[in-house]
T-cell receptor, first 112, second 110 residues
């Protein structure tokens, strides 16, 4: 039981490049989330998926797209990376109706 | 929108108790959480409390909730150097999402 797994763990991109951050959970959770963490800003919600087949914008969605591929997987795509997207990205999941939300170990992204 | 506020820094000596405070604005919060983040790591769920509870105790951790004042605290008894980390308060209201504070850095000195 791995919990929430994020890949890659580290990535360096050039401005304008695209990439997809992957997230998978093996806890049969319905809801999945993408957050970014910046120094002094705490965690801010980018997008979330309350259940398979639905996605919604969070606080800071601009420059990102998401796909809820199936119940297990929720990916975050940067179409044209910008230095302002340098951050640590966390994926999380929660069972619908449950209290506990579990986080992955994060992806550290640097855009140069 | 919802807002969660925490003090940024707390320093204690090993063996003392630590109290980390948090205030939130959303009166419809259903659950309130405490997460711990060690350097370079993800967020570890420490504990959570349902909004109709006043207190929850789990080993060295005690969570107090004052719903009237929208104030949440985390007390760590017998604080150890391994407790040094950033602690995040978060609240969940309505449908699904968690709103986080900016985190409190706890430094425990020997």
């Amino acid at each position: 039981n791995a919990g929430v797994t994020q890949t890659p763990k580290f990535q360096v991109l050039k401005t304008g490049q695209s990439m997809t951050l992957q997230c998978a959970q093996d806890m049969n959770h319905n809801s999945m989330y993408w957050y970014r963490q910046d120094p002094g800003m705490g965690l801010r919600l980018i997008y979330y998926s309350a259940s398979e087949g639905t996605t919604d914008k969070g606080e800071v969605p601009n420059g990102y797209n998401v796909s809820r591929l199936n119940k297990r997987e929720f990916s975050l795509r940067l179409e044209s990376a910008a230095p302002s997207q340098t951050s640590v990205y966390f994926c999380a999941s929660r069972l619908q109706g449950g209290a506990e939300a579990f986080f992955g170990q994060g992806t550290r992204l640097t855009v140069v | 929108g919802e807002d969660v506020e925490q003090s940024l820094f707390l320093s204690v000596r090993e063996g003392d108790s630590s109290v980390i405070n948090c205030t939130y604005t959303d009166s419809s919060s259903t659950y309130l959480y405490w997460y711990k983040q060690e350097p370079g790591a993800g967020l570890q769920l420490l504990t959570y409390i349902f909004s109709n509870m006043d207190m929850k105790q789990d080993q060295r951790l005690t969570v107090l909730l004052n719903k009237k004042d929208k104030h949440l605290s985390l007390r760590i008894a017998d604080t150890q150097t391994g407790d040094s980390a950033i602690y995040f308060c978060a609240e969940r209201s309505g449908y699904s999402t968690l709103t986080f504070g900016k985190g409190t850095m706890l430094l425990v000195s020997p």
